[in-house]
């Protein structure tokens, strides 16, 4: 099957700085790539949707200059936390799409955490 | 806008037992649906999808769901559960062309061996 794989798997950043988060698609080419944040014991909220050489497009209520995303190549999309603070500690899941339906594969997430 | 329900929370039940979950969704169109499981410290893996056929759909480790348009459900079963289901199980739809998933709140699955 698809396997997406994110880097780091963890990480600890102090407030302020900024922390970049990659998402890959190991086996199959991702024309769109999916970020989401999870909080506990809710649901996984939609992010953005990022398609290969284009913009991503922000849900409502997303900060695109906090929360930066590139999708350079069909197989890596990143989401880069600016100036981190600690309620955007959370966890961040991304998935990918390959063109041939509709089905994601989900990366295993990253656990940010902000001291 | 579109929505995904899941009543339960949490539910307990002991190996062998049935299961349901609910999964109510909120969307007049054509939709694909979805139900995710997450294992403890794993992620999202898919157990089965809908896009269109019969309603009763199968899928892994013994799943099944069944789409009922007319309640705009698709509740998640498994006639016996085993410990090894414990997770948590996630709805999702996919409505129009966007292929943006809306995902219910999750219910987290507990089985006693």
């Known amino acids: 099957g698809a396997v997406v794989s994110q880097h780091p798997s963890r990480v600890i950043c102090k407030s302020g700085t900024s922390v970049k988060i990659e998402c890959r698609s190991l086996?199959?080419?991702?024309?769109?790539m999916f970020w989401y944040r999870q909080f506990p014991k809710k649901s996984l909220m939609l992010m953005a949707t990022?398609?290969?050489?284009?913009?991503?497009?922000?849900e409502q209520g997303v900060e695109k200059d906090k929360f930066l995303i590139n999708h350079a190549s069909l197989t890596l999309s990143t989401l880069t936390v600016t100036s981190a603070h600690p309620e955007d500690s959370s966890f961040y899941i991304c998935?990918?799409?390959?063109?041939?339906?509709?089905?994601?594969?989900f990366g295993p997430g990253t656990r940010l955490t902000v001291t | 806008a579109q929505s995904v329900s899941q009543h339960n929370h949490h539910v307990i039940l002991s190996e062998a037992a049935s299961l349901e979950l609910g999964c109510n969704y909120s969307?007049?169109?054509?939709?694909?649906l979805f139900w995710y499981v997450q294992y403890p410290g794993q992620h999202l893996q898919l157990l089965l999808k809908?896009?269109?056929?019969?309603?009763l759909v199968k899928g892994i480790k013994g799943f099944e769901a069944e789409f009922i348009k007319s309640k705009f459900s698709f509740n998640l079963r498994k006639p016996s559960v085993q410990w090894s289901d414990t997770a948590e199980y996630f709805c999702?739809?996919?409505?129009?062309?966007?292929?943006?998933?809306?995902f219910g709140k999750g219910t987290k699955l507990s089985v006693k061996p």
């Open positions: 086996d199959f080419q991702a024309t769109t």
């Open positions: 999702a739809v996919n409505a129009g062309s966007q292929g943006n998933l809306i």
């Open positions: 990022s398609n290969e050489g284009s913009k991503a497009t922000y």
């Open positions: 998935s990918a799409r390959a063109n041939r339906d509709y089905e994601q594969y």
């Open positions: 809908y896009f269109s056929g019969d309603p």
């Open positions: 969307y007049g169109g054509t939709v694909n």
